[in-house]
DNA sequence: CGTCCATTTGAGGTGGATCAACCCTAGTGG
DNA sequence: CCACTAGGGTTGATCCACCTCAAATGGACG
């Protein structure tokens, strides 16, 4: 399961930032002086499974990792994306109810569900936070099913656009970590309509390309508009 | 905004249970001697819209309520119907983040908002029955993302069926509050082809109608292999 | 008994899926 | 350093599940 070293968790020494600032999650840890454990899963790697006992509950420090459901014939529906910063595998049940997997390399940082569940029974901050992480989630899941039941395909990869550009730009160049089979199953769509409404949005001076995950947004109103 | 009589908060008088067995909500209202009120809302009456002050919690005493969200043109998707004995409006962030409305005349009970989050800063049994309220519903987003984003009309049809009866089967017989464009917006498909699945599935014998939303169903295996 | 919606049913249109080449590029090995 | 390869991405042609538009039917309620 786990693939690499295994150190204590440290805080980072080059000073550099993850990218949501409100580092809730980091918070949490140096509140209840919690162990955190650093752990790293290669390319494509399963990270938990579907209904798998929910033992850890992990934050990105680099990579990017998906989480899916699917149906018994393939047909797969991803829930989200979560990129450096992002906490993911938090569970108020015993187990997980996605399967989480790298999509890149991939480096977290971990620490025990029980923990944390004993944790939150100490410090009433804790409580509140495993709660306000969850409603975040919950939060995605139902803006996503408005895109997901309601929106055109144009619509729903604008919407992708915005929300990558909001999570993972750096100087103005988005770097995908993604393919577009992925982005086609967390839109709901297949990878040749995500492919055929990113080349429009190229046509139509929208975005740019220097490589077909390297994206540069010229007209973010215009994906604004789109996004209905 | 509210239509009836205020009444205190009184444990039902005649036995009759709610239709969840662990109710929850009840049990916190108890543990933190909150104060309960009873309102009414009529037909089409709006409880509260998206993005307004979340004020307000409430458990459905009698009667049956929509959530939604809309597009600028009118698409719009109901994230969950609500039955007796559910919760709905639990924020963690200050505003809702669907508009409520009743579908059919509704009675509820409601607590303030802030009580809630002050006995949870108090009682950490408040604060994780807040967090497991707020996952379950995380949980069903979940799982109907899986529904908008990769299931056939007629699948979607089949969980919807299932779920309603799980959820207000008495005696056999499933009497459904909603019409068929509420069923197609929650479903993300329209209002004919919500009309046509369900004929389809009359026609095939799985279920009976006695009026359009009297639905007994007579086959629950042949909907379960459907729901994929 | 009549009116008004909700629902059903029919006919035709279409957005996105499917099937099928083809292209590009990063990685590999010579 | 370049040729080769494999996998990801693009593009084209066609199909079909579901939508749209339209009309008929039915049930609830005055």
Redesign the interface.
């Known amino acids: 399961m786990f693939t690499q070293s295994v150190s204590p968790y440290k805080v980072p020494h080059d000073g550099k930032p993850h990218t949501n600032i409100g580092d809730t999650f980091g918070i949490i840890v140096g509140r209840a002086s919690l162990v955190a454990t650093e752990f790293s899963y290669s390319k494509e790697e399963e990270i938990y499974g579907e209904d798998e006992p929910a033992e850890f509950v992990y934050q990105i420090v680099r990579g990017a990792v998906r989480t899916h ?1 699917l ?3 393939g ?3 991803i ?1 989200a994306f979560h990129l450096p910063g992002d906490v993911f595998g938090l ?3 015993p187990t997980h ?2 399967t989480a997997e790298a999509i890149i390399d991939t480096t977290v940082r971990l620490v025990k569900r029980s923990s944390l569940e004993h944790a ?3 410090d ?1 901050e804790v ?2 936070s ?3 992480m ?6 995605h ?6 895109l ?4 055109t395909a144009m619509e729903r990869v604008a919407a992708f656009l915005l929300e990558m550009d909001r999570r993972l730009s750096a100087a103005a160049m988005m770097a995908l970590p993604m393919c577009r089979r992925d982005i086609g ?1 967390y ?2 769509l297949t990878l040749e309509t995500v492919s055929r409404a990113l080349s429009e949005l190229h046509d139509r001076g929208t975005l740019d390309f220097s490589g077909a995950r390297q994206i540069v947004l010229r007209n973010r109103q215009h994906l604004r508009t789109m996004n ?1």
């Not at 969850?134 to 939060?139: K, M, P």
């Not at 997901?148 to 929106?151: A, F, I, T, V, Y």
Request: charged fraction near 30%.
């Open positions: 459901k149906l018994s014939d047909r797969r529906q829930g569970e108020a049940s109810r996605l939150a029974t100490i009433v409580a509140r495993l709660w306000r969850t409603a975040g989630d919950l939060q899941a139902e803006n996503h099913m408005l997901l039941g309601r929106k199953d839109l709901g209905a």
